[in-house]
């Protein structure tokens, strides 16, 4: 308990406050530009900690970190353009919000929930820190594989009323994602012969250009503003919005929890934990099917998985060094450039420095969530500009910000060819967010099914406990809505037969 004592006092003493709101403010402008990850935050600021004691280093990289993602979020809602791919799932009921003239209560919950989620998932590490390498090691392939299975149930919450269609568009989001080489023999798939596509399309490039670029030529086409409704465009919608995360505890408690264990597992990304987290409110909520449609329970389950997910990627990195995503792995770098060595020696030798990395993270991500709502209240109007004036922008935006991850042409022509492919799925009424999540979690799905098969064989699933819970939570949330679906007409039917008989 004292070393967390002295970590709040360094913390709020001194540089290393300023540097904690420096780090949050840059956090979050980068965020805010597409396809700019946490781990371009840390990039950018690591040249400026050279001459900085270890404290304030990690102070400073951190709190950039943690900004990254409720930055991505605003214009995920406001202009259906994710920052980063975790923003992904942000978009499906974020920018339909926008659109009905609330932006003001999408980022108002966003930026609650994102604070409510970085405090529950800070909560949870101090009392999981002591139990890290258990935690870390009781998920493996199965695992891994029946979680990506699971997160691909979320397409029958998303596709109601066109299930043909969005399945159809997740099939081919599946394909694309085993463009590359083959996990097991490293033979060459859907490349022809390009040595750029060995390594697979890049997540940022394909997601922002369904959703982000397709949605501005859309825009473009059409000649029309982001949102046809003045209704609580008032800056007060920021203020309900913050209501709805507490009115909505439940689903940001269990998706604050998913985002935990998620982010726990090295390599499965914050994209797979905002689809789950999207995936639970869904089955859980007394009206299924408002999701998709502009269901503030949807920005809030995405958003609290978000943040809460980098409380359980702080496990295997400092319990064993493990990053548990590329940005992670940057931030690693940096703690290692300063002599700190994540592992079990940092956990005995630099308790302080771990203490100090975790409040650092827990509050500056309240900082942020307050520095994005008053933000929010001005930006909120972009979804009254003429759309002759702001497509050209997200175009821009788009096309800079993939280019600037790898300073790839090939990202380039992958962001286009998606943007045109998701222009044309929109009008002819194809759920491009089905594809997204077919993409985003074919990968994980087809490694490790076939690392549990090659290590464990098929029975493999099934042997291991936390595997065959969620293979049977699986099972019903594929099922459950067509269950629902038929009870509810037999309802309907039983007063017609009712009065027939009578």
Request: aromatic content about 10%; hydrophobic content about 50%.
């Amino acid at each position: 308990m004292q070393p967390l004592i002295e970590a709040f006092v360094t913390l709020f003493t001194g540089v290393h406050f300023w540097l904690m709101i420096g780090g949050a403010l840059l956090g979050l402008l980068v965020g805010a530009l597409p396809g700019l990850g946490g781990g371009m935050a840390i990039a950018l600021l690591l040249p400026l900690t050279y001459s900085m004691d270890p404290g304030m280093a990690v102070v400073l990289l951190i709190t950039a970190y943690g900004a990254n993602p409720l930055g991505g979020s605003i214009p995920a809602i406001l202009i259906n353009t994710p920052g980063s791919g975790e923003n992904a799932s942000t978009t499906l009921d974020g920018y339909p919000l926008a659109k009905q003239g609330k932006a003001g209560i999408a980022i108002g919950a966003v930026m609650m929930s994102s604070a409510l989620g970085t405090i529950i998932g800070f909560i949870a590490l101090i009392f999981l820190i002591p139990f890290s390498r258990e935690i870390v090691l009781a998920f493996s392939y199965p695992e891994f594989f029946m979680m990506a299975l699971f997160g691909l149930t979320v397409i029958v919450m998303v596709t109601k009323g066109n299930r043909g269609k969005g399945m159809i568009a997740a099939g081919f989001g599946l394909l694309f994602s085993f463009v590359g080489r083959e996990p097991v023999n490293g033979s060459s798939r859907f490349t022809f012969h390009n040595i750029h596509l060995e390594d697979g399309l890049a997540v940022v490039a394909v997601v922002i250009g369904l959703m982000a670029l397709g949605e501005a030529i859309s825009l473009y086409a059409k000649n029309e503003t982001v949102s046809k409704n003045d209704e609580n465009m008032k800056v007060d919608g920021i203020l309900k919005g913050f209501w709805e995360a507490f009115r909505h505890w439940g689903v940001t408690l269990r998706s604050s929890i998913i985002g935990i264990i998620i982010g726990a597992v090295p390599g499965v990304g914050g994209q797979v934990a905002g689809f789950l987290a999207y995936g639970q409110a869904a089955q859980f909520s007394k009206h299924p099917e408002r999701f998709g449609k502009g269901a503030v329970e949807g920005v809030i389950a995405s958003e609290a998985s978000h943040n809460a997910k980098e409380a359980g990627s702080f496990l295997p990195t400092l319990a064993f060094g493990i990053p548990g995503s590329s940005a992670m792995a940057i931030l690693l770098g940096g703690l290692i450039l300063h002599g700190i060595s994540p592992g079990p020696e940092m956990m005995l030798r630099n308790l302080d420095v771990v203490y100090l990395l975790m409040v650092a993270w827990m509050v500056g991500g309240i900082v942020t969530a307050i520095a994005g709502s008053i933000a929010g209240k001005y930006l909120v109007f972009i979804t009254k500009v003429p759309s002759q004036y702001i497509a050209p922008a997200i175009i821009f935006l788009t096309i800079i910000g993939v280019y600037s991850l790898k300073q790839s042409m090939v990202d380039v022509f992958v962001l286009v060819f998606f943007g045109m492919l998701g222009f044309q799925m929109k009008k002819y009424g194809f759920p491009r967010v089905a594809m997204v999540i077919g993409f985003v979690l074919g990968s994980l799905t087809e490694i490790s099914f076939q690392q549990t098969v090659s290590g464990m064989g098929y029975l493999g699933f099934f042997t291991r406990p936390f595997s065959l819970i969620l293979l049977i939570l699986t099972l019903v949330a594929f099922f459950y809505p067509s269950w629902q679906s038929r009870r509810q007409a037999k309802k309907l039917q039983k007063p017609w037969q009712d009065e027939n008989v009578s």
